[in-house]
């Protein structure tokens, strides 16, 4: 296809969809298919203020509409996005190729974000106190901040959003979303549907882009706050520039996971969630399970049963019925997943399954097939750096304590789980373990969207985390009034 008859994404802004004023274009790509699908454009810094402002202008009156007016605008949102939940789905594989059954259970997460933040009214409640003094009471009142710049990864094209602009807007702010230029297209359906919902012009934008529209954001002096999620080094820099302009920032960054199997774990339970933490989503969730350490005595069965449920996997297009495993994102990093295969038998770590091989690795489209090593040390770059595809590293190791400093010598720390059936090891895991987000017997502990999401170490820069009470604060500012009645 050429590009006249693929569509040339547009901005939206101030409730219009408006050309860009860039001159360069980037190819989105049907990663199932290797076809393009459309032209997002590079958006200039003229663009990014252009939106601010807009934005800026439309918080004057956004942040005076009565909160519970604000929420039910979301609670409208949610309807529309429930019944449109099967097409956001489609959308979502068709840009990013995970399942369809994954996209549809991701369109549900956004949902539930929606749910959350039109509960506003309940959760922008202040405190009081009648007596602090004699005749003196104080009281506490929530306020939003301003304009809120929103930057999201191409992994989860709608849930990563909702983590964001719902709460953002329900607390009184305006957005401005730059969205990744390898999944632009849902973003533009979640405007169009906020348009329908009744949002007022202005409140929510899109700037299509990359690190011009990032920067422009980060840099802007009428930008309030910035949400992040991305890769680690993008998050770290993100931070870095947004604070250095005295913006509140949160950024959440990239994840190398850590599963534990004790040899008194349901073995059928421990392999089935660990496959689907480890290839779901072509491995590609900040959450993805990337690394197990099993004790020794189980270890052969673990690998032989987990091996033996990889091979069943089926691979191709995640439109397509019965298929678990989509591609990854691009072909560039399919290329660095393979030189990530090369790099672990270079480094002596035994390949047991090889997705190399796989018949549909050699087809058009981005395919990796379900990889495993075993014998995977700490200083091996497979055991260190987040691979992001479907590629598996088991430790073997003597027992939990082995497991868990083990485990705590990882940068990262976003998610870890354990295994067992035993509520001692469960407690040990907890009260010892470096990671944010912790799961018991199940691979994808990704919290709800009433819980943080709560990354630690280099998986997190920040103080408040997205969604949950978190989400909340970080898009208010409080004001504390004291008063004597005379
Ligand atoms: P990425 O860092 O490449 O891109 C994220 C965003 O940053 C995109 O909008 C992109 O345009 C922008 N960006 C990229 N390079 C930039 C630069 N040099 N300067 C300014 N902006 C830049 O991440 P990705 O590949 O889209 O997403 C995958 C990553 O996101 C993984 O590392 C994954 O672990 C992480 N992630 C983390 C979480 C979490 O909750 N911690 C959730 C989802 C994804």
């Known amino acids: 296809m050429t590009q006249t008859t693929v569509e040339i994404l547009k901005n939206y802004v101030g409730g219009k969809w408006v050309e860009a004023k860039a001159t360069k274009t980037e190819k989105v790509y049907n990663p199932a298919t290797g076809e393009v699908i459309a032209h997002v454009p590079v958006s200039t810094l003229e663009d990014t203020d252009y939106a601010v402002q807009v934005a800026a202008e439309a918080f004057l009156t956004w942040k005076e509409v009565p909160v519970p007016k604000r929420a039910r605008i979301l609670f409208k949102y949610q309807q529309l996005l429930v019944d449109n939940h099967e097409e956001l789905a489609r959308l979502i594989t068709l840009e990013n190729g995970k399942n369809f059954t994954e996209a549809y259970g991701e369109v549900q997460r956004g949902i539930e974000n929606v749910e959350f933040a039109a509960g506003a009214p309940s959760l922008m409640m202040g405190e009081q106190l009648p007596s602090i003094a004699t ?17 999201t990864p191409f992994n989860f094209p709608m849930m990563v959003p909702c983590w964001m602009f719902p709460m953002a807007i329900a607390t009184g702010n305006t957005f401005v979303m730059k969205p990744s230029e390898r999944t632009p297209l849902l973003a533009n359906r979640l405007a169009a549907l906020l348009e329908e919902a009744g949002l007022p012009n202005g409140v929510f934008n899109i700037v299509h882009g990359a690190h011009d529209v990032v920067n422009g954001l980060l840099d802007h002096k009428q930008v309030a ?14 931070y870095k520039r947004g604070t250095d302009n005295l913006k509140r920032v949160q950024a959440l960054a990239g994840a190398k996971n850590h599963a534990i199997v004790l040899n008194d774990a349901n073995l059928d339970n421990a392999t089935t969630q660990i496959m689907n933490a480890a290839f779901g989503s072509a491995g590609e969730r900040c959450m993805a399970a990337s690394v197990v350490a099993v004790e020794d005595s189980i270890a052969d069965e673990f690998i032989a049963l987990l091996t033996q449920k990889a091979n069943q996997i089926e691979i191709g ?28 038998e270079n480094e002596g770590a035994k390949l047991v399954r090889d997705g190399r091989q796989d018949e549909a690795a050699k087809r058009e489209g981005y395919f990796v097939g379900p990889t495993i090593f075993d ?28 497991a868990i400093k083990l485990s705590n010598e990882s940068r990262f720390a976003n998610g870890a789980c354990i295994f067992t059936k035993d509520g001692g090891s469960v407690r040990q895991f907890r009260e010892s373990i470096h990671a944010g987000m912790l799961g018991v017997n199940i691979g994808v502990p990704a919290p709800m969207a009433f819980f943080p999401f709560s990354g630690w170490k280099d998986s997190f820069y920040g103080d408040l985390h997205a969604n949950g009470k978190d989400g909340l604060q970080f898009y208010t500012r409080k004001k504390v009034i004291t008063t004597k009645w005379v």
């Open 135 to 151: 005749e003196l009471e104080s009281g506490v009142y929530r306020y939003p901040i301003g304009v809120i710049g929103g930057i």
């Open 375 to 402: 014998n995977v040390t700490s200083e091996m770059k497979i055991w260190q750096e987040e691979i992001f595809a479907p590629v598996l590293s088991i430790s073997r190791v003597k027992d939990l304590s082995e």
């Open 317 to 344: 297009n995640g439109l397509d019925e019965g298929v678990f495993l989509g591609p990854v994102i691009r072909d560039q990093h399919k290329e660095r997943t393979l030189n990530y295969i090369e790099a672990g």
């Open 225 to 238: 706050a910035i949400s992040f999620v991305g890769s680690q080094p993008v998050a770290e820099y993100v």
